[in-house]
Every structure is written in structure tokens, then in C-alpha cells.
């Protein structure tokens, strides 16, 4: 491949690239955004795990070099970010944009206006559809109150970041096989802090899932009607586990039954060679793989590591009923939990060290913490030092419930 390549010297928030013999201007934050630093883009599923109004507008571009066909950048903030030549181009010569996409400008846009006091599903549509094509759309009339604008997103669901946990299945999926096939089903076991304990107020967000699972190349898509998956009977005998009994089901009675009811049906149906579910919910994922074992479904159940932002906190469609304030002190979860896995590693009373623990989460503004534990990966009681084990905590922030695990 040809290339040259120059830093703009009016201003160094570009970079001018020659490659093939066609000029392309690189914006430095475009840039900033494609970089594999594992602070930026999760290593293992390449997921982005910072927004792009996080970067500095004024991002510089200090020092450009290449060799070896990569490309090496020294940016203003003092990072350095390596590119191979190979990737910059296919993201540079990618297709023209698809016709339900709208290249705007100041001059040729008229905005999308929509007043949230005539909300509707047709309007909720239209929302979308205006995000999905322009990138934007102007909501007027959101309730003026703390957390007002939940009332228009708890009708969206969670985009963007708040659904990189689930769409880092799929792209583990696609790494391993050409077929990729996911759901996004309705389980009335899911947790909503906004909703009643009736389903039917329970948001639904299928436009906004497709558009994301179409953007990942998913090639099959399992949507059942939900009174005919309610409906759908299976021969199989639903086991109760004793693992269901503590953590999350200890304060949840509920919820591991309408889980394994619904993975009953979904395994019955499907029949995959292969099912992915991340380890953020550790107590569920052990619970599956115990109904898959006793019911003698064909399928291999693999794990999916936790997808964290940069500050350590899992991507969850639960962190968009966070304020900023509130994410900070989420944030303290992950570190202080971190800073336990070496005091624990080679003890096994470790009561005094996890009571330590909860001080310090609560003087962090960790308002209610459900449970602090260590229990092996079979969710036993820890006995010998040998076992692997992992720390579990659940706790509220503000109005939110997070949970989460770590290895030890």
C-alpha cells in the first residue's frame, strides 16, 4: 500500500493522509476514538469504553510516524496510540452512507421537533427513526424535575454504552462463528427501577435493539410474540437449585424462577450448539449451567468475561438510572472491592477484612449494601485456599441496584 501523511499546520486537529493516491483528512478526535489503547477500546471484545463527547474538543496532534505499516500518534494529553495502516483505511473507504442515513449540514437541515407532552408510540417511532437517520432529534417539554429526562428513556431503554454488555455477546459470538444469532427477549423477571411490578409497563425497546444488533452483523434475530412464548409448553420439569437461595435470590425470591422459565423455553426452542452468558451475573450463569446439566440440554454454555469502563464499572443498561454524581460513587465499588482481592487471597476468615470493607463503601456513599461475600465458583463456601473463589457484592446506589463479582 502507498501512503504519505502530513500534520495540519494551521491546526493540528487534523491529520492529511495519502493513501492509494486519494487524499483523506483525519480528524484528531476521530482518531482518538479508533484507538485499540486498552483505556479506549476494551481488549478482548472491542468494545469502545468512553463517549465521544468524553474527548477534548481541542485535542492536538503532536507527532506523526510510521513504520512498518503502523501508524504512531502522540496526541496533546500526552498519550501515544498505535493504528495498523490497514484498519485506517477500511474505515476510511468504507461504503457510501445507506439511504436511511442523512448526511446534513447547518445550511440543508431542518430539525426534528417533538413535544414529550403529545408522547405517544407513533412519536416514539419517529424518535428513533430521526436518531437512527440524522443522529439527533429535538425533544421539547421533558418534565423539569431531577431525573426528568428518565421519563423519556425508560420508553427508549438503554442505548449506546448502556447496552455494550449485551452487544459484547454477540461480537464474542462472531469472533468464534459465522453464524450469529441472538435474543433480545422481554423476561418479567428483568429488573426496571421505573417500572410497577406489572409487566405491561415494562419498556420496550426492540427498535432501538435491532438497529444495534443490525449494526453488529447479527444474521439471525430471535423476537418471539410474547403471549406465544408465554404460552409455549415444554416437557421438561423445572429444577429448584440451593444455589438460588442465597445472594441475589436470598432478597429476591422470584427471580431465578422466571430465569430458568424462560431459558427453559429459549434452549427448548433454539437448540444452539452454543449459548453465551456474561459473568457479571455469576449466581445466574451458575444456576444455567446446573439446568443445563440436569435437564440434558445439547447446548455448551460459555462465559463471557465482564465488559468494565475505564473507571472499572460493568456496562450495564442499569447505570443509565445513575446521575453523575452517583456514577462516581459506583465507580468506588470496583476499587475498593480490587483492593480486597490481595488481603483475602490467603485467608479464609476473612469476617473482620469484609467488615472493614462495608465501612468503607458506606463513608463512599454506598447507601445500602445487600450482600459482601466470598464463595467459590461453584458458589460454595469457601474451605481451602486452593479453591478458586471470587468476591461477591450487591448494593444500592441511590435507587439502583448494582451488582457485581471479582476473581480472587
Known amino acids: 500500500m502507498n501512503y504519505t501523511l502530513n500534520i495540519k499546520k494551521n491546526n493540528k486537529n487534523s491529520l492529511c493522509i495519502l493513501l492509494n493516491g486519494k487524499k483523506y483528512e483525519v480528524n484528531s478526535q476521530w482518531l482518538y476514538e479508533h484507538s485499540d489503547n486498552a483505556e479506549i477500546r476494551d481488549p478482548y471484545t472491542k468494545q469502545l469504553l468512553i463517549e465521544a463527547a468524553e474527548i ?14 503502523i501508524l504512531a ?34 445550511k440543508n437541515l431542518k430539525v426534528p421537533k417533538f413535544n414529550f407532552k403529545n408522547i405517544n408510540n407513533k412519536m416514539l417511532f419517529d424518535i428513533m427513526t430521526s436518531v437512527d437517520k440524522l443522529g439527533f432529534c429535538l425533544v421539547r417539554n421533558i418534565p423539569k424535575k431531577k431525573n426528568g429526562l428518565n421519563e423519556l428513556m425508560k420508553l427508549i431503554g438503554p442505548v449506546k454504552k448502556t447496552n455494550w454488555g449485551g452487544i459484547a455477546d454477540v461480537k464474542n459470538i462472531n469472533k468464534a462463528y459465522d453464524l450469529t444469532m441472538t435474543t433480545r427477549g422481554l423476561e418479567n423477571h428483568t429488573d426496571n427501577p421505573y417500572r410497577s411490578e406489572d409487566f405491561k409497563n415494562y419498556p420496550r425497546t426492540i427498535h432501538n ?5 443490525r449494526n453488529e452483523d447479527v444474521d439471525i434475530v430471535f423476537l418471539p410474540i410474547e403471549n406465544e412464548i408465554l404460552k409455549y409448553k415444554t416437557f421438561y ?14 432478597s429476591r425470591p422470584n427471580y431465578f424462577p422466571g430465569v430458568k422459565n424462560i431459558v427453559i423455553k429459549l434452549f427448548d426452542i433454539v437448540q444452539a ?5 456474561g459473568e457479571k451475573d455469576y449466581q445466574q450463569l451458575v444456576v444455567i449451567k446446573k439446568l443445563r446439566d440436569e435437564l440434558n440440554f445439547g447446548t455448551k454454555i460459555i462465559p463471557i468475561k465482564t465488559v468494565r469502563n475505564k473507571n472499572g464499572l460493568p456496562l450495564s443498561s442499569r447505570n443509565k438510572y445513575l446521575e453523575i454524581n452517583e456514577i462516581e460513587i459506583a465507580n468506588k465499588i470496583n476499587k475498593i472491592c480490587k483492593y480486597l482481592i490481595p488481603k483475602v487471597k490467603n ?25 459482601l461475600t466470598i464463595l467459590t465458583d461453584t458458589l460454595e463456601k469457601r474451605r481451602s485456599l486452593k479453591s478458586k473463589s471470587r468476591i461477591f457484592i450487591a448494593a444500592n446506589v441511590g435507587s439502583t441496584r448494582l451488582i457485581d463479582n471479582f476473581p480472587i
Open 237 to 250: 420439569k423445572c429444577p429448584n437449585f440451593k444455589i438460588e437461595n442465597i445472594l441475589c435470590g436470598k
Open 273 to 277: 450448539d452454543n449459548s453465551f452468558f
Open 347 to 371: 485467608k479464609l476468615n476473612t469476617t473482620k477484612i469484609l467488615a472493614h470493607a462495608k465501612r468503607e463503601l458506606r463513608m463512599n456513599g454506598i447507601d445500602k449494601i445487600d450482600y
Open 209 to 213: 435493539d435491532l438497529n444495534l444488533l
Open 56 to 69: 477534548n474538543p481541542s485535542l492536538k496532534i503532536i507527532d506523526a510516524q510510521i513504520e512498518k505499516e
Open 73 to 106: 500518534i502522540t496526541f496533546s494529553d500526552n498519550s501515544q496510540h498505535n493504528y495498523k495502516i490497514n484498519y485506517i483505511y477500511s474505515q476510511l473507504k468504507k461504503a457510501p452512507v445507506s439511504d436511511n442515513k442523512y448526511l446534513w449540514n447547518k
